[in-house]
Nanobody
Framework: QVRLVESGGGLAQTGDSLRLSCAAS????????TGWFRQTPGQEREFLTA????????RSTGSVKGRFAISKDNAKDTVYLQMNNLRPDDTAVYFC?????????????????WGQGTQVTVSS
């Protein structure tokens, strides 16, 4: 079993930066990749970006390219989401997820483990 714990969410203003963290524990040797998603009420969970557990490959969606960046600290088994130039429409609950199967996929159903989520609220 893999446990994921997100942190770093909170209140921000337009143009601010936040860094989210996702600490993995348990059977981390099972992880192939981790990803970040976000969700607003009534909407489907949206894929943002993913990184292989080795850290050698990433994938991002067009909506956050150039503003959000994923990275990994191998020594700490922690994945980060650096969010820059935040906008009010970035307001959402942000989730970290991990998968144990091959390929950096964007579908939430392909991820096997999920964190509890962290709220990010951006005011104008």
């Amino acid at each position: 079993q893999v446990r994921l714990v997100e942190s770093g969410g909170g209140l921000a203003q337009t143009g601010d930066s936040l860094r989210l963290s996702c600490a993995a524990s348990g059977r981390t040797s099972d992880i192939y990749a981790t990803g970040w998603f976000r969700q607003t009420p009534g909407q489907e969970r949206e894929f943002l970006t993913a990184i292989t557990w080795s850290g050698d490959e990433t994938r991002s969606t067009g909506s956050v390219k150039g503003r959000f960046a994923i990275s990994k600290d191998n020594a700490k088994d922690t994945v980060y989401l650096q969010m820059n130039n935040l906008r009010p429409d970035d307001t959402a609950v942000y989730f970290c997820a991990a998968k144990n199967s091959f390929a950096l996929t964007s579908s939430p159903t392909s991820y096997h483990y999920w964190g509890q989520g962290t709220q990010v609220t951006v005011s104008s």
